[in-house]
């Protein structure tokens, strides 16, 4: 609301009958306004209010964006986590056909062993006898008769 509209300087006017009567009421009410507007009575313009809300709307929008790369970095940790984690349970998967195979060579070493061992048994019981034999056939009659 203006002051002329108020009618504070109308009446100033009339009251006084001269110009400078109405120019010292419009400097004083004057002065009245501006106090006022610095001890922030006066209720705020949009463009004052739309600044307000800009800073909080700011705020958010700053939360908001620290929350996506949060959201971002996280996202990207499971993934190379996932990839960390096939990579282990293919490591795992080789390492245990590893493991079975190694499993299956020890196996295989403890029949050929036993086999060998057996072998030598046999081997040797053949030889023993093969001295028998020919023990008997020296302690036999010669082969040749002396003449």
Do not use: F, H
Not at 28 to 39: E, I, Q, Y
Not at 59 to 65: F, H, K, V
Not at 70 to 83: F, L, M
């Amino acid at each position: 609301m203006t002051l002329y509209r108020s009618g504070a300087i109308r009446s100033a006017g009339r009251k006084t009958g001269n110009v400078k009567g109405a120019v010292g009421a419009v400097l004083a009410l004057s002065l009245l306004s501006l106090g006022a507007c610095a001890s922030d009575m006066r209720p705020r313009n949009s463009g004052e209010r739309l600044s307000d809300r800009g800073a909080a709307i700011e705020g958010y929008g700053t939360a908001w964006s620290n929350a996506q790369n949060s959201v971002r970095k996280g996202e990207e940790s499971v993934r190379k986590s996932d990839q960390s984690l096939a990579k282990g349970e293919r490591d795992l998967a080789r390492a245990r056909a590893k493991v079975v195979k190694a499993e299956q060579q020890i196996s295989d070493a403890y029949a050929d062993k036993a086999a060998a061992e057996a072998r030598i048994v046999d081997g040797r019981g053949k030889m023993s006898r093969a001295e028998e034999d020919y023990a008997a056939t020296r302690a036999g009659p010669p082969a040749i008769v002396p003449q």
